[in-house]
């Protein structure tokens, strides 16, 4: 069920659902909660899931123009002490993964443990940045649904796009209902983040990278080489690309459990 809570410059809507440990799992641009529905439901058959629209992003509303990957953090710590809650295992998505480690910078006492979900510490490189640009321009000439049509297929691999082609429209769906302000405040937000492999690094708790093989946006010996660098148990999914919570479900799901209740 759906439930809102109002903060400075948003209002987050936000899941709830299980009962054992609190795992909080963050998208990634141009997802929402509804992409994470299958993958939340299993998980939370045996722990607390709680999924969150980031701001702009769903049914997150955004009330500025702008909203960096450390409000972001901000904001999900503001709901999480409104659920009282004191510990989670935190996971972020692609962006998400950005969200959680500008949340783990700033409140490394609240967490359990942590997963990169096919994401990165690396500040974006200027390449990225300019490819951000871009799309930042084309959003503002009204081609939103341009970006969301070619971006969404090119996260899974190549040998799963008929394969999962209904979920690939789904996701696309999805994508193209994110504002406008949304989309540009998320990409300004990726652009101007900060490396954080020294947070990464000095994090004592237990923390996972689970990446895909066949990931066209993270190639994996880059993957690898994050991984070595910074004391990150690696999962390989060896048949996805960037969306292994929905190309090897099962896969993840048991990785998840593992951290959560074995590390």
């Known amino acids: 069920m759906d439930q809102f809570y109002k903060l400075a410059n948003c209002q987050l809507r936000y899941r709830d659902k299980g009962k054992g440990n609190t ?6 641009y141009l997802e929402s909660i509804d992409t994470f529905e299958t993958f939340a439901n299993d998980l939370s058959r045996l722990a607390r899931v709680i999924t969150i629209d980031l701001p702009g992003h769903g049914l997150s509303e955004l009330k500025s123009d702008s909203c960096s990957i450390e409000e972001m953090a901000c904001a999900l710590h503001e709901l999480i002490s409104h659920l009282g809650i004191n510990k989670i295992n935190l996971i972020g998505h692609s962006m998400g993964g950005y969200v959680a480690l500008a949340y ?34 084309l959003v503002k000439q009204g081609k939103k649904e341009l970006i969301c049509k070619s971006n969404i297929p090119n996260t899974f691999s190549n040998r799963n ?3 999962f082609d209904h979920e690939i429209e789904r996701i696309t769906e999805i994508a ?9 405040a998320a990409l300004e937000a990726m652009m101007n983040r900060p490396d954080r492999n020294r947070v990464l690094k000095s994090l004592d708790i237990p923390k996972v ?18 991984a070595r660098a ?3 148990t690696p999962f390989v999914l060896q048949t996805s690309g960037h969306m292994g919570f929905i190309e090897q479900r099962q896969e ?4 998840i459990f593992r951290l959560i209740y074995e590390c």
Do not use: W
């Open 23 to 28: 795992v909080v799992l963050l998208h990634g």
């Open 252 to 255: 993840c799901l048991r990785e």
């Open 230 to 232: 910074n004391d990150l």
């Open 161 to 163: 796009l008929k394969k």
């Open 176 to 184: 193209c209902k994110t504002s406008t302000k949304g989309i540009i």
């Open 104 to 137: 783990a910078d700033m409140y490394p006492e609240k967490l359990s443990a942590l997963c990169l979900f096919h994401s990165s510490p690396n500040a974006d490189t200027d390449e990225k940045r300019a490819n951000r640009q871009r799309e930042i321009d």
């Open 209 to 226: 990278s689970i990446m895909g093989k066949e990931d066209n946006f993270i190639p994996f010996d880059v993957a690898k080489e994050i």
